[in-house]
């Protein structure tokens, strides 16, 4: 794919999946426009500068429409080739525990915004016949998320989206994939106040990893890539197994206070 003077956009790029998505852009050689809703955005594009990547950095709100179009604006008249939308916030604990303005942040950022974000940009690269969009779901979504069911709810609404954009899509020139990692090596845990969970303590697949493989899947026009044999595994028993008995699993890995001495691997 000849990529000179082709941009993408990365949301979430500040660290973890999505700054890795970013140095694989950059190394194809895109110009890329990152965003993220902290300023560790811009030391983000400080580092792709200095390995030669052509960057502009944004500071945007992804929750709400504003944040959203915000980035959209940034070049407006500019063709967007590669969307990945990467953004999102997890969220852990019991659901009656959690603060309601945490829970609709959640849901803002992890499908309102991605779906605007998502909405604009694709009307955009179907009338030009062509783009490829990379949108992070989960393997959590394909499974109840006891002490994290929000986000989990999140995650299965996007991995479901993902497939039926795709088959709108059919036959646009405009391809859509969906990037469903597990337990990846990121602050998605420290930020979702999970570091003493079962899952949180594990062993997790590193974001560069994850990334590659999902811009890998992008390039090539693939519906879906699942990171990790492990996680693989995952995914195929959680279309079989009852969702009871998938809720009471995820309860050992997410519950509060079970991630001391743990080593095994989980989902996020």
């Given at each position: ?184 090596d990121t602050e998605f845990f420290r930020r979702a106040d999970m570091l003493n969970t079962k899952v949180g303590a594990s062993e997790k ?64």
């Open positions: 794919m000849d990529t000179k003077n082709k941009f993408a956009i990365v949301t979430g790029a500040s660290t973890g999946i999505g700054y890795e998505l970013a140095k694989c852009c950059a190394a194809e050689g895109y110009h890329l426009l990152i965003v993220a809703d902290e300023a560790e955005i811009y030391s983000a594009a400080e580092a792709l500068r200095a390995e030669g990547a052509s960057v502009d950095a944004l500071v945007a709100d992804l929750s709400t429409v504003d944040g959203v179009t915000l980035a959209l604006n940034y070049y407006p008249n500019r063709r967007v080739d590669v969307l990945l939308a990467n953004a999102g916030r997890g969220l852990g604990h019991a659901f009656l525990d959690q603060d309601f303005d945490d829970i609709l942040n959640v849901v803002n950022t992890n499908v309102t915004g991605t779906l605007l974000l998502v909405h604009q940009v694709g009307r955009q690269m179907r009338a030009n016949g062509a783009g490829k969009i990379l949108i992070t779901g989960s393997i959590a979504g394909l499974m109840p998320g006891t002490f994290q069911a929000v986000y989990n709810g999140t995650k299965a609404l996007l991995d479901s989206f993902s497939y039926a954009l795709r088959a709108e899509l059919k036959d646009s020139g405009v391809t859509v994939t969906c990037l469903m990692p597990g337990a990846t697949q590193p974001p560069s990893e994850v990334a590659q493989a999902g811009f890998q899947a992008m390039l090539d026009g693939e519906a879906d890539v699942v990171t990790g044999v492990g996680n693989k595994l995952r995914a195929l028993m959680a279309n079989i197994m009852p969702a009871t008995l998938l809720a009471e699993q995820h309860r050992k890995m997410a519950e509060p206070g079970g991630g001391v001495g743990s080593v095994d691997r989980g989902t996020s």
